[in-house]
């Protein structure tokens, strides 16, 4: 018997989970995009792409694809995605279960100035001008136009379009992971000393969090959104062993 299982992904762990319950025979896979990024990395695994149209749709498409089991590994910032597909899960009785990694701890040397929303991290900056590296992805990045008095370097992995509407900006177009030792040479070469980073956790991008510590710059941390109470790993490796018990509980339990 072959069972369905509907990755939502968007992440390295996403693209790592789809890869190794791959090679077993009796799953079929199907790793879900938003669409976003140009030019995603080769998956490797069949793939759809695009958004479901809500709650309503992705019910539909679970459906309509007979889907065994959903694991929601998609990144801990993209709330709306994780909260439709608890709910659409709940509606149609299939089981769910999601890929969480844990989220970086401040250590001492960190200067973290934690806030609850991006449009909060630009209003941290303040007003006197500063120099900021914007390591938060392109989606959001137009929340600084709110805060043209600084000077952006802004990361991403795809183009900033349309630009911002403010004067001092470098755009640097760059997919991870960034090692600290890189992330530090940049920090200097723009004479950076603010980071906005989002609460991603996980090793790829850590380097720029390493590397303010190591020159003691601020990092503007945006909180992680809340997210749906549902059962959850924190690596790939956790949750493929977790799988089987979700697509068969009662033969996992032997009766
Ligand atoms: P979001 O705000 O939670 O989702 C917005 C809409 O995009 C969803 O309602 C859904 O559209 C669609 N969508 C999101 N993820 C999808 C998926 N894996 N497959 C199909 N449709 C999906 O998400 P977001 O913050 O825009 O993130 C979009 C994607 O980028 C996600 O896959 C996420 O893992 C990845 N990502 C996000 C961040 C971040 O900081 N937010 C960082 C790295 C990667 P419908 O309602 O029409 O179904």
């Known amino acids: 018997m072959t069972h369905r299982i509907l990755i939502l992904g968007g992440t390295t762990e996403a693209r790592q989970l789809a890869g190794k319950l791959a090679r077993r025979k009796d799953f ?3 790793l879900s995009l938003a669409g976003r990024t ?3 990395m080769a998956q490797g695994v069949p793939m759809r792409s695009g958004g479901f149209g809500g709650v309503q749709g992705l019910a539909a498409y679970l459906h309509r694809e007979q889907v065994d089991l959903v694991i929601d590994a998609t990144h801990p ?3 709306r995605i994780s909260a439709n597909a608890a709910e659409a899960a709940r509606q149609t009785s299939v089981p769910i279960v999601a890929l969480r990694r844990a989220g970086w701890e ?4 960190d200067r973290w100035t934690l806030v ?3 449009a909060e991290a630009a209003k941290a900056l303040g007003t006197a001008p500063r120099r900021v590296l914007l390591a938060i992805g392109r989606q959001e990045a137009g929340a ?6 600084h000077r952006y370097l802004i990361r991403s992995v795809d183009p900033i379009e349309p630009k911002l509407a403010v004067p001092d900006v470098v755009y640097l177009l ?3 992971p960034f ?3 890189d992330e530090r040479a940049l920090l200097e070469k723009y004479a950076i000393d603010t980071v906005v980073s989002k609460n991603s956790g996980g090793e790829a991008t850590y380097g720029k969090i390493a590397a303010a510590r190591a020159l003691g710059i601020e990092v503007i941390m945006v909180r992680r959104p809340p997210l749906p109470d549902i059962a959850s790993a924190e690596t790939v490796d956790q949750l493929a062993a977790m799988v089987d018990h979700f697509l068969d509980p009662v033969a996992e339990r032997g009766v």
């Open 77 to 79: 910032y993209a709330a």
């Open 38 to 40: 140009e030019s995603p």
């Open 179 to 181: 090692p600290e030792a």
């Open 116 to 118: 609850e929303s991006v």
């Open 144 to 149: 600084f136009e709110t805060a043209p008095q």
């Open 106 to 109: 401040p250590v001492a040397g």
């Open 174 to 176: 760059a997919r991870g």
């Open 28 to 30: 079929s896979i199907t």
